[in-house]
């Protein structure tokens, strides 16, 4: 059955491969920036009667080539697989990202998770900004699934350290964390 409905799916609807897709820019120069890490954040979400909520259950991670392009795959229907994308660069900090507006009923179609672009902004070395996006993966289902996300944070503890936030303890704890989870999502 899902190979049928892979291949009578209409164009631009979700079939399975599909994958989130993007660049990751300088936003001064607007050119691609090559050796940006980019992760992409995988959610868990629930609802009951107390409430809803979404947390990160896995990461993945890749470095961008010339293009500055990233791919990462979508793996079910659920608009959280992946939900969110962050990049890191030496000598840089996170300024945005394009997400598609709130989409109600198009999160299956493949334009919402194409030109996902990310934009990084040149470090002032006089005032700094220790804005990196992603801080933590709160419900990893094993260590492995959360590697990506200690790469992105042993990046990030780097320009905090280079750039003179050495008192900031709390990437060090969530890196720890991350390497030991205590919680196992279901």
């Known amino acids: 059955?899902?190979?049928?409905?892979?291949?009578c799916a209409p164009p631009g609807v979700f079939k399975p491969g599909m994958d989130i897709t993007g660049i990751v820019y300088d936003k001064d120069t607007m050119q691609p920036l090559e050796g940006a890490y980019v992760l992409a954040v995988y959610e868990k979400s629930a609802v009951s009667g107390a409430g809803s909520g979404n947390w990160c259950v896995k990461t993945k991670g890749m470095y961008t080539g010339k293009d500055g392009s990233y791919s990462f795959p979508i793996e079910q229907f659920d608009n959280g697989s992946p939900a969110d994308v962050f990049a890191i660069k030496p000598d840089y900090y996170f300024v945005q990202y394009d997400r598609p507006p709130n989409v109600r009923y198009g999160w299956h179609l493949k334009s919402t998770f194409a030109n996902r672009h990310i934009y990084l902004?040149?470090?002032?070395?006089?005032?700094?900004?220790?804005?990196?996006?992603?801080?933590?993966?709160?419900?990893?289902?094993s260590a492995t699934d959360v590697t990506s996300a200690v790469d992105f944070l042993i990046l990030k503890r780097a320009e905090e350290i280079k750039y003179g936030a050495a008192s900031?303890?709390?990437?060090?704890?969530?890196?720890?964390?991350?390497k030991s989870p205590n919680k196992v999502s279901k």
């Open 121 to 141: 902004k040149k470090q002032d070395v006089a005032k700094p900004n220790f804005q990196y996006g992603f801080t933590y993966c709160e419900r990893p289902l």
């Open 1 to 7: 059955t899902a190979s049928a409905v892979s291949y």
């Open 168 to 178: 900031n303890k709390s990437t060090d704890y969530f890196i720890q964390s991350m």
